[in-house]
């Protein structure tokens, strides 16, 4: 029996996923929207100095991403996703809301 190159090659991958810590997996966030008039979006967070690098303000409804137990809160500052341009900030963790509403 042949195995063509495409089944060999999704049998590494997989290998390699079964084998990904915890630490390592990618959690797809889950589909929320900013629930607050507007919310500043960082670039990171700092423990010592808090949130720096100021992204952009988000409006009231942005389609963001932020999974619960699984990313990161740091004094409140909530690991984001912005499904507008695509990228991951810091937001404040009670301006994430309407879960799954999109």
Known sequence: MRISAG??????????LATASPAQAVVVPRHAI??????????????????HGLKRVLEYGNKIGHTPGA?????????????G?????YLRIECIGGYDSW
Request: aromatic content about 18%.
């Open 34 to 51: 900013n629930v607050c008039q507007s919310a500043s979006f960082y670039d990171n967070y700092d423990s010592a100095s808090g949130p």
């Open 85 to 89: 341009p695509n990228d991951w900030g």
């Open 7 to 16: 089944v060999i090659a999704s049998l590494v991958a997989v290998g390699l």
């Open 71 to 83: 990313h990161p809160v740091y004094n409140g500052w909530a690991a984001t996703f912005d499904f």
